[in-house]
């Protein structure tokens, strides 16, 4: 597609339950990112995905929340049993191809967690 | 760690100023920065990047500067109208194979007609 898209636009759950966002990133963009937007934390880095290579874990916040990339495109970040703390906006972001240093940031995924 | 801190945190100023957003940052070992545009309830778009080896970038009416041995970023607007009102966020990032960004907070911009 023209951009990167992120669904659900919103999603909102019940505490304790599982969520999957999902984010389909630019074609032949190699990198892909999630990050994480809370009222007063700003916008916090939480897992970078390069080809094949091991992705970066080092943003997850708790084991509740994982994340994979599938055939090197589409990517699912997961969170578990999910906590009232969780509520925030989910962006995903993708670079590579000839501006491979600009990463390009999907319109996000509002979650709400009651 | 990297600190990246935008000042001021909002701003409002009459349609057709020029204005500055400040974005400093605490580790000049950075590999670039980016400055966003946030619209609300939207995602971010990227207006400028700027490699380290640069000093400044421009895209119409705007341009950012890069000082990166104080630790400073500049994104300058000309002839500001109402449309450019959004939230501008500053990110930089560092060196290595991790291409995380480390953004600021931002500052809320306001353009009155």
């Known amino acids: 597609g023209a951009g990167v898209s992120q669904s659900p636009s919103n999603k909102v759950t019940e505490k304790g339950k599982d969520v999957e966002l999902r984010c389909d990133p630019i074609?032949?963009?190699?990198?892909l990112y999630w990050y994480r937007q809370s009222l007063g934390q700003g916008l916090e880095f939480l897992i970078y995905?390069?080809?094949?290579?091991?992705?970066?874990k080092s943003g997850l916040p708790s084991d509740r929340f994982s994340a994979e990339r599938t055939g090197g495109s589409v990517s699912t970040l997961t969170i578990q049993r999910t906590q009232q703390e969780d509520s925030a906006v989910y962006l995903c972001?993708?670079?590579?191809?000839?501006?491979?240093?600009?990463?390009?940031f999907g319109p996000g995924t509002r979650l709400t967690v009651l | 760690k990297q600190e990246v801190t935008q000042i001021p945190a909002a701003l409002s100023v009459p349609e057709g100023e020029n204005l500055v957003l400040n974005c400093s940052f605490t580790?000049?070992?950075?590999?670039?920065l980016q400055w966003f545009r946030q619209d609300p309830g939207k995602g971010l778009t990227s207006l400028l990047l700027?490699?380290?080896?640069?000093r400044e970038q421009t895209s119409g009416r705007l341009n950012a500067s890069l000082d990166k041995s104080s630790g400073r970023s500049t994104l300058y607007i000309a002839a500001s109208q109402p449309g450019d009102s959004a939230t501008y966020l500053c990110?930089?990032?560092?060196?290595?194979?991790?291409?995380?960004?480390?953004f600021g907070k931002g500052t809320l911009l306001t353009v009155n007609p």
């Open positions: 972001a993708s670079s590579g191809g000839l501006a491979r240093d600009e990463q390009f």
């Open positions: 074609s032949g963009h190699t990198a």
């Open positions: 995905f390069q080809g094949n290579s091991a992705p970066d």
């Open positions: 700027i490699q380290s080896s640069q």
């Open positions: 580790d000049s070992a950075i590999y670039n």
């Open positions: 990110a930089v990032r560092g060196l290595g194979s991790n291409y995380k960004l480390t």
